[in-house]
């Protein structure tokens, strides 16, 4: 167990319904990654956070995709009208940005299917 | 754009003896890289991270070298055990903190007994 918690483990949902996920990173991380993971794939980068500031998102975020965390603390990653080619595990990391400690810990990932 | 590739998909070895994966990366420059093991429908371990300016780390029967000018990062477990099983990915960071990282494939290592 990183320190880093994940919910829920899994989601089942149909095609075109809107789900969320939440994110507990270490509580003395300022920083708060999101990727996703598709079966026999690395992790791909989705977005990050700094405190309450998102500093960085990929292009695979699309318009259907928001992540906020709104105190700095835990964070929820939202999927609008979701579509079969969202289903994957969805991996939320945390970290502090100092030197010699920015190593990343990953939570157990939120596998989703859509139908 | 980045390209990060990784050994083999599968790697098979017998126990006791040394696995070496291969981690090779073109059209980047990263400042950091790193090593994560990955078991089935979990998240990724954080095992060690090697700089640019550093050539090789070791930890316990972990040993991680990097070679900026081949693009190329090693990975050994020496004394490998059938609990050394798993997927282990290369991911590589750039900036003075990091931020994203960027992963390859992983390969799948299987010690068998």
């Known amino acids: 167990d990183t320190g880093v918690s994940q919910d829920p483990r899994h989601k089942i949902t149909k095609r075109g319904q809107n789900v969320t996920f939440r994110c507990d990173p270490i509580s003395e991380h300022n920083r708060l990654y999101w990727y996703r993971q598709t079966l026999g794939q690395g992790p791909e980068f989705l977005t990050y956070?700094?405190?309450?500031?998102?500093?960085?998102k990929s292009r695979l975020l699309s318009d259907r995709f928001s992540a906020e965390r709104p105190k700095g603390s835990f964070s929820t990653l939202e999927i609008q009208r979701t579509e079969q080619g969202d289903s994957a595990m969805y991996l939320c990391?945390?970290?502090?940005?100092?030197?010699?400690?920015?190593?990343?810990?990953f939570g157990p990932g939120t596998r989703l299917l859509v139908l | 754009s980045q390209k990060i590739e990784q050994n083999s998909e599968a790697l098979n070895i017998q126990e006791g003896k040394t696995a070496t994966l291969t981690c090779n990366y073109t059209n980047y420059s990263p400042a950091y890289l790193q090593w994560y093991r990955q078991d089935p429908g979990r998240g990724p371990v954080f095992l060690l991270l090697?700089?640019?300016?550093?050539k090789e780390k070791r930890k316990e029967r972990l040993k991680v070298t990097f070679d900026t000018t081949l693009k190329q990062s090693l990975f050994h477990i020496t004394a490998s055990q059938p609990a050394d099983s798993a997927t282990y990915l290369c991911?590589?960071?750039?900036?003075?903190?990091?931020?994203?990282?960027?992963f390859g494939r992983g390969t799948q290592l299987t010690v068998w007994p």
């Open positions: 956070f700094q405190n309450e500031a998102q500093l960085e």
């Open positions: 991911a590589l960071g750039r900036g003075s903190t990091l931020g994203r990282l960027y």
């Open positions: 090697i700089r640019e300016n550093e």
């Open positions: 990391a945390s970290s502090l940005a100092v030197r010699e400690k920015e190593t990343q810990y």
